[in-house]
C-alpha cells in the first residue's frame, strides 16, 4: 500500500497527527508582496503553490504492503531521497515491513538503522515524527537483534526526547518507552549507562527514566547477577542531578535494589549457642549478614553513600513492598 505522505499541488500544508491538523507551509514558499501587480496568480513560482499533506498512521493501523519484494528493493532508495516526502513514504514502508515481513527485512537493519538515525536529524518535524514512529515499530519487531546497533539510535531518540517539539518530544518518549519494554535489559543497561553522564541535564533525565524502567525487569536474579553494586553505583550519582525527573527516577531505582538486596541478605537475630555447641556452629553464629548500610558505605563514596542512605531510610519498608514482583511479572 502506497502511504498517504503524498505531495498535493493544491491543498494547504496539514500534519495530520491524531486526528488533529496543523498547517507546515513548505520553508520555500516565499508570498510576494500582494501590492505587486506586475505578478498574477498564473506567474507566481511553483514551489509558492506547492504543499504536502503528512499522516501519522499508529502501528495498529498500518496495512501490509502489496509486494513486499519490491518494497524491500527501493525501501533503502526512498530513505536516502532528499524529497521529505519521499522519506516518509519509505519510513512508512519500513515499519509496515517490520510488522508484516520481519524476516525478510532483518538482513537489512544494519543500512535500515543509520537511515533512520538521519531522518531523526532532518529539520523537518514531520520526518522525525515518522523516524520516531519506525523506531518504536523496529523495537517492538526485533528485539534484541539491533543491540549492535543501538548506540546512535538512542542518542538520537534521548535528544527529540527532550529538544524538539511537543509532538515531536512525544513521539520520541513512545519509542523510548518501546525500547525499554522490548529489549532485553542485560543488554539494554550497559547502553544507557554512559548516557547517565551525558553533559546535557535533559538527556541525563530521559536516560534516567529509561533506566528506572529497565532495572525492575532484571527481576531479583537477575539484578543480583548484573550486580546490584554496579547498579548502584550509576544510580547514586543521579540523586545530586540538576533536574528533579533524574532525582526521581534514581531513588525508584534505589529503593528497588535495597528490597533486593535485604531479600537476599535478611538480618537474623544471633542466638547464644551451648558450651557444647561446636566450633563451627559457633562461628555461624557469630557471623553477622552485611547490612544494606554498610554495603552502600563499601561500595560508594562517603557522600554519595550518606545520600543513598537517606533516601533509602526515610522510607517505610512497606512501600517498597512488590516493586520487584511487579516489575519481573512485566517482562512475561
Known amino acids: 500500500m502506497i502511504s498517504e505522505c503524498k505531495a498535493s499541488l493544491t491543498k494547504p500544508c496539514v500534519g495530520k497527527m491524531n486526528g488533529k491538523s496543523e498547517d507546515r507551509p513548505l520553508p520555500s514558499s516565499v508570498a510576494l508582496p500582494p501590492t505587486d501587480p506586475s505578478v498574477g496568480d498564473s506567474e507566481k513560482p511553483e514551489a509558492e503553490k506547492a504543499t504536502v499533506e503528512v499522516e501519522y498512521i499508529e502501528s495498529e493501523n498500518l496495512d501490509n504492503v502489496d509486494d513486499a519484494d519490491a518494497v524491500l528493493e527501493s525501501v533503502l532508495a526512498g530513505l536516502e531521497s532528499k524529497d ?33 538515525v538521519k531522518s531523526l536529524k532532518n529539520p523537518r518535524s514531520a520526518v522525525c515524527k515518522t523516524a520516531c514512529m519506525t523506531s518504536a515499530d523496529i523495537f517492538s519487531a526485533y528485539n534484541d537483534h539491533i543491540t549492535d546497533l543501538l548506540d546512535s539510535l538512542l542518542t538520537q531518540l534521548l535528544l527529540k526526547s527532550s529538544q524538539d517539539k511537543r509532538f515531536v518530544c512525544e513521539a520520541a518518549e513512545k519509542a523510548l518507552t518501546s525500547m525499554t519494554k522490548y529489549v532485553s535489559p542485560t543488554l539494554l543497561l550497559p547502553k544507557l549507562q554512559p548516557c547517565l553522564k551525558n553533559r546535557n541535564p535533559r538527556i541525563r533525565a530521559k536516560a534516567s527514566l529509561c533506566f528506572s524502567r529497565s532495572v525492575p525487569r532484571l527481576g531479583v536474579e537477575g539484578i543480583k547477577e548484573y550486580g546490584i553494586d554496579k547498579l548502584v553505583q550509576a544510580t547514586a550519582s543521579q540523586l545530586s542531578d540538576q533536574l528533579p525527573e533524574s532525582r526521581e527516577a534514581a531513588r525508584t531505582v534505589l529503593l528497588e535494589l535495597q528490597t533486593v538486596y535485604e531479600k537476599a541478605h535478611p538480618l537474623i537475630e544471633t542466638k547464644t549457642e551451648s558450651p557444647s555447641s561446636s566450633p563451627e556452629k559457633e562461628q555461624i553464629a557469630e557471623a553477622e549478614p552485611i547490612t544494606w548500610e554498610i554495603f552502600c558505605q563499601s561500595k560508594l563514596s562517603a557522600l554519595s553513600a550518606q ?16 516493586l520487584v514482583t511487579s516489575g519481573s511479572s512485566s517482562t512475561s
Do not use: Q, Y
Not at 307 to 322: D, F, I, N
Open 84 to 116: 521529505w516526502v519521499s522519506v516518509c513514504d519509505a519510513l512508512n514502508n519500513v515499519r509496515r515491513l517490520s510488522i508484516f515481513h520481519k524476516e525478510a527485512m532483518l538482513h537489512l537493519l544494519e543500512k535500515v538503522i543509520p537511515l533512520v
Open 307 to 322: 545520600a543513598v542512605l537517606r533516601v533509602t531510610s526515610v522510607v517505610a519498608v512497606t512501600t517498597r513492598e512488590g
